[in-house]
Each structure stands twice: as structure tokens, then as C-alpha cells.
């Protein structure tokens, strides 16, 4: 049996308190990864993939939306789905629920930054992920990580709610938030976003990308780059052209963090609905239907980048598509 610790806001009083989350094996599946014995809105959370630790970090409070607004469903797609969708990814109503976060990824006391999310003082087009004031620089370092301690930042596509903490506001520069670490960026995702000049795109290279660059700290990379022996990337093309996922491989436990190859589990389901997003809505059905399988056949912990409640699911097959399970209380 494997523990899982965090801090969270007390609704009585606003006071931190501690809490001890139990991690449970799933019966009779011995290379499968451990998990939360229950879903609790914690800043943070952790996972044990063999010798390697996974820590979730949370940037805001859970977002509910009608799912119009992020992926190209309807509350009829969801509310067909409660059985299992409700209530950790969803709610009565149909409406979904969803996290902007970060991994961190110890590997032989290596740390990985994965997907720094919005950022501080950030102008957005959205005005939800503009100019935020919140606190998760010291979310990370109540987890263990103050940021003078990541070695490597990694963000597996340049969207605005990926990479808005490689940086941080001082004296009026940006400046790299991770000062020690080595940044990582597939090659054909900057060359997509330096050539992008819609949206938040041109705002994104200077405030969140180009200062990395210019301290020296960037290093362009395939997008099946071995960052060290139990963490690869993987290609994940069709949300971006750059777009890669984060396999994690160690004693015999896999896992994968998702980026936006998925939005919400609803598309285990129906991998054919498509994000609000998307470069490329084919080639990134594509995409999703080969991580989905990929996940399934090895029996590996799928940690979905906006995924809530529980945030990592396993898969098994439903007719020609799959279904999640939390294995969380209750379930």
C-alpha cells in the first residue's frame, strides 16, 4: 500500500490543512500503476510508477463548462455517459469539469517540469486565463519543488495553458521561472507557433517562449526524445503540429501524460469528437484513437492534462472504443 499526501484550503476559515490520500492496487493487475483512494480536490496529488514519482500540481479551481465550450460535444453526450462520468469529470446537468495544471516527474532525482500552465501577468485573448495573481509557485514548493530545483521544463505543445510559467514577470522582464533547468521544445511546434500569427500566438513566442531562448536555456528537440531512461516523448501530432505526450516506464509501470491529445474522458469514448482547438481534427483523432489503444493493451495509468477528480484513469475496451475507471471510493 503506497501514500499519497497534499495541502488543501479548508471552505471554514480558508485555513491549509494536510491531507493523507491512500493509494490502492488494482486487483489481479500487478503492473499497474498505484492510485488515490478517493477524489479530493487537493492542490496536489501523487502517483508511484515503479521508481518514479508523479506529482500533480493544480494552477485554479476546477472549471465547470458546458462542454460546447472546449470540445465539440453536447451535455446529451455526457449525461448519456453519468454511469461513469459523474460525478468526478462531470455533473448532473451535463456540464464537464475540467483541471489547468502541471505535472512534476522525479525520475533518479531528476525533476521534469511537464506543461507549466497559464502563468502570472499573462495578457490573453480569454479573459479566465488573463492576468492571473495566483499562487502556484508556492503550490510547487509546498509539494517539493521549489522552482530553483527542476531540472527540465517540458511542454508538449505551445499553447497558452502549457507554457505560461516558463516564465515570470520581474522588474518588468520576463525572465525563465525554472533558472537551473533545461527547457525542451519539439522543433516543429516553435516553428509552428514563430509562424502563427493569430490568437494569443505572436504573445505566447515573446512572453513565455522567446525569453527562455534568449537566456540560453532552450534546447530544441524530436519529438521522440529519451529525456531520461524511464521518461520518453512520444509524437502526438493533430491538436499542434508539434504536439507529444510523456511516457513514463519504470519497474515494469507505465503511464502517460496526455497534453491535449485528450481534453476530457468523454473522448475515450468517443475519440472522434474533436477539441475547440485543434490544428488538425483527423490526424488528431488519429492520434487519440493510438494512445487510447496504446493504453489499454498494456494496461497503463492514463493521466489526462485537464483531467479532474481523480485526474488518472485506467482504460478498458468498450465495443470499438474504451471506458475510464478512476478506481476511486465508492466505484
Given at each position: 500500500?503506497?501514500?499519497?499526501d ?27 500503476a ?53 460525478p ?31 502563468g ?14 495566483g ?5 510547487l ?47 516543429a ?23 527562455v ?60 469528437i474533436?477539441d ?20 489499454s ?16 484513469v ?5 465495443g ?12
Amino acid at each position: 500500500m503506497h501514500f499519497c499526501d497534499g495541502w488543501y484550503k479548508d471552505n471554514h476559515g480558508g485555513l491549509w490543512r494536510r491531507l493523507v490520500l491512500t493509494w490502492v492496487r488494482r486487483p489481479d493487475i500487478s503492473r499497474r500503476a498505484t492510485m488515490p483512494s478517493e477524489s479530493t480536490e487537493t492542490d496536489f496529488l501523487r502517483w508511484s510508477i515503479g521508481a518514479v514519482k508523479i506529482t500533480r500540481v493544480l494552477e485554479m479551481p476546477p472549471v465547470s463548462a458546458d462542454p460546447a465550450r472546449f470540445i465539440q460535444a453536447g451535455r446529451q453526450e455526457i449525461l448519456d455517459r453519468r454511469d461513469w462520468l459523474c460525478p468526478h469529470f462531470a455533473d448532473e446537468d451535463g456540464n464537464i469539469t475540467l483541471h489547468f495544471q502541471a505535472f512534476v516527474v522525479e525520475s533518479g532525482g531528476v525533476r521534469i517540469m511537464v506543461d507549466p500552465c497559464i502563468g502570472n501577468d499573462k495578457q490573453r485573448s480569454v479573459a479566465s486565463l488573463s492576468m492571473l495573481d495566483g499562487p502556484f509557485l508556492e503550490r510547487l514548493a509546498a509539494a517539493g519543488y521549489p522552482r530553483e530545483n527542476i531540472d527540465y521544463v517540458l511542454c508538449t505543445h505551445l499553447h497558452a495553458d502549457h507554457c505560461g510559467w516558463n516564465t515570470m514577470l520581474v522588474d518588468g522582464r520576463w525572465v525563465p521561472t525554472f533558472p537551473n533547468a533545461q527547457y525542451l521544445f519539439a522543433k516543429a511546434e516553435y516553428e509552428y507557433l514563430r509562424g502563427d500569427e493569430r490568437g494569443d500566438a505572436p504573445a505566447i513566442l515573446a512572453d513565455s517562449v522567446k525569453p527562455v531562448i534568449d537566456a540560453g536555456l532552450a534546447t530544441f528537440v524530436e519529438p521522440d526524445h529519451v529525456i531520461v531512461e524511464e521518461v520518453r516523448l512520444e509524437p502526438a501530432p493533430g491538436h499542434t503540429p508539434g504536439h507529444c505526450f510523456l511516457v513514463i516506464a519504470s519497474e515494469g509501470q507505465e503511464a502517460v501524460i496526455t497534453g491535449d491529445a485528450l481534453h476530457h474522458p468523454v473522448q475515450v469514448a468517443l475519440p472522434q469528437i474533436a477539441d475547440n482547438f485543434c490544428w488538425d481534427k483527423e490526424l488528431a483523432e488519429a492520434t487519440r484513437r493510438r494512445l487510447l489503444k496504446w493504453v489499454s493493451d498494456r494496461g497503463a495509468l492514463l493521466l489526462g492534462s485537464h483531467f479532474s477528480g481523480p485526474v488518472g484513469v485506467f482504460l478498458t475496451p468498450d465495443g470499438d472504443a474504451w471506458k475510464a475507471e478512476s478506481l476511486t471510493a465508492g466505484r
